[in-house]
């Protein structure tokens, strides 16, 4: 019997291409599942007032119940890339997405601790969308195509939290009940996530992936013994505090209760900070490699929000003020570059990009806090009251 040495490598060569191909279709899913955790993150906003009848309590307590959602997420950031890291895609991402699934649905009970546990769920499960569609992408795309691959990732993110005001606020408008959006949330999550599961490829872990918990950690020892680490997320967490609190919580609030704006324009004025954040992450992004340093586009993004946040807040027509809110979205767009700093620039070669996460649980540790700080505050912001451009002097690239 004779045999074809041709044969085996063509075989080898198209299970390849299969698995190639099957984790950029999970990549896909991932992006839907980014998006959608942006979604469930930014709709409240545009539902404080349902939210306080139905959970019985006041404005501000709406505020102390959605601030939990950034608790968990910050915390399990940190796991996130190590379970990556530990059982792969195939049974790590699912199962976030599953979280976030139940977090909505359990959100939509009627109850204030049922709003408490359903957001906490959501931020636990949310923290597995970003670093999961980096993780696929990494292992579906090139590295020629992967700055593309992450870049359109963050675009997806944030148009979901565009959508969570822009779309959610006419439905409501529309009769469409505020518990029915939180049904459909939590069912299109499970779908994604049954088809991630069903897609994503099997990985075989290597020897050392399992050899305990110790070879997993060490990195993270090293990252947190980097002030760098610290520098990055904090930088990043006074850029994102206006934006993810200021805007996605009390917005809408804001430009109803402040500016006397009808609730469809105060949905739309909202909802362009996060449509900003569409065209200013990859322009900053891009502008950052083209002049070959990240500290001078970070500090002009901060200097862009603080010089639009001061137009909002004396602009006195809704035209001005939502030019205003999307400059600010695009200016905003500098807080991933903090963020996403490349881990071989803040880090040595031994911590792989995988452990980004913690500069992310930096970031959105300090984005949480302000939600505890302005319990006692109004119902609404007069005003940004963050100065990120003052925050930290980033090193030289």
């Known amino acids: 019997m004779t045999t074809n040495p041709i044969a085996a490598p063509l075989a080898a060569d198209a299970t390849s291409g299969w698995r190639i191909r099957g984790y950029q279709i999970a990549w896909g899913l991932a992006l839907c ?3 959608l ?5 930014s709709a409240p906003a545009v539902m404080i007032e349902h939210l306080a009848t139905a959970f019985g309590t006041t404005a501000i307590g709406v505020s102390a119940i959605l601030g939990t959602y950034y608790y968990t997420y910050s915390t399990t950031s940190l796991i996130a890339g190590a379970a990556l890291d530990r059982v792969g895609a195939k049974k790590a991402v699912p199962v976030g997405i599953f979280i976030l699934a139940i977090g909505c649905l359990l959100f939509a009970i009627p109850t204030a601790g049922a709003g408490y546990a359903g957001r906490l769920l959501q931020g636990a499960g949310s923290a597995f969308a970003f670093t999961g569609a980096v993780y696929l992408a990494a292992h579906g795309f090139s590295a020629r195509w992967l700055a593309t691959a992450i870049g359109v990732t963050q675009c997806l993110g944030m148009l979901g939290g565009s959508a969570g005001q822009s779309l959610v ?4 408008e529309h009769g469409i009940g505020w518990q029915t959006i939180w049904h459909w949330l939590g069912i299109a999550s499970l779908v994604v996530g049954v088809l991630l599961f069903v897609i994503t490829p099997s990985e075989t872990r290597p020897q050392t992936a399992r050899s305990g918990w110790a070879s997993v950690l060490r990195p993270y020892s090293i990252v ?12 990043a967490g006074l850029l994102f505090v206006p934006t993810t609190i200021g805007d996605m919580t009390w917005g809408v609030a804001f430009f109803q209760r402040d ?3 009808t609730f469809h324009d105060a949905v739309v004025t909202g909802s362009l900070v996060p449509m900003g954040w569409v065209i200013g992450c990859p322009l900053l992004g891009w502008l950052a490699d083209f002049v070959g340093r990240r500290k001078p586009v970070l500090i002009g993004g901060a200097v862009v929000m603080l010089l639009s946040a001061a137009g909002i807040t004396f602009s006195t027509g809704h035209t001005a003020t939502a030019i205003g809110c999307f400059i600010f979205g695009i200016g905003s767009g500098a807080a991933m570059i903090a963020a996403a700093w490349p881990a071989n620039e803040r880090q040595p070669a031994v911590v792989d990009p995988a452990r980004a996460p913690i500069i992310d649980w930096v970031a959105h540790l300090g984005a949480a806090a302000p939600q505890a700080i302005a319990l006692p505050k109004p119902l609404y912001l007069r005003a940004p009251d963050a100065q990120p451009q003052n925050a930290a002097h980033l090193p030289r690239r």
Do not use: D, I, T
Not at 37 to 41: G, I, V
Not at 224 to 234: A, E, K, M, T
């Open 259 to 261: 500016r006397m704006f």
């Open 37 to 41: 955790e942006y979604a469930s993150r």
């Open 169 to 172: 606020g006419p439905w409501l």
């Open 224 to 235: 947190f013994r980097n002030p760098q680490s610290y520098l990055c997320g904090v930088v």
């Open 33 to 35: 599942f980014y998006f």
